[in-house]
């Protein structure tokens, strides 16, 4: 193979990289826990937060409340991460691990 065909693959392969980091970055992930939803973008950047629980929060359930975002918050981070793996994860391995 000669490195011309080697550079027109690593550029084929660095448009797809970008491509797929876009239809990432530009998606909305949910997360979700019983009190709390969470909307993240794939830059892993909170777009909006709903409380679900109806009725009012007494002082001992502050802390729940509390509980329950950081739960959907690391939900959503954790579909982010998945996303990634599952697109990205392909060229990590072609490239030795260097994702």
């Known amino acids: 193979?000669?490195?011309?065909?080697?550079?027109?693959?690593?550029?084929k392969m660095q448009k797809e990289i970008t491509k797929k980091k876009?239809?990432?970055d530009n998606s909305i992930f949910e997360g979700n826990s019983e009190w709390v939803k969470v909307e993240m973008n794939g830059k892993k950047e909170i777009e909006?937060?709903?409380?679900?629980?109806?009725?009012?929060?007494?002082?001992?359930?502050?802390?729940?409340?509390e509980d329950?975002?950081?739960?959907?918050?690391?939900?959503a981070v954790k579909k982010i991460d998945q996303e990634v793996e599952n697109k990205m994860g392909a060229y990590g391995s072609s490239l030795n691990g260097l994702f």
């Open 1 to 11: 193979m000669n490195i011309q065909n080697l550079m027109a693959q690593a550029q």
């Open 48 to 65: 909006k937060v709903n409380i679900t629980f109806e009725g009012t929060i007494e002082p001992d359930d502050k802390e729940m409340l």
């Open 68 to 75: 329950m975002i950081k739960i959907a918050i690391n939900d």
């Open 22 to 24: 876009e239809e990432i």
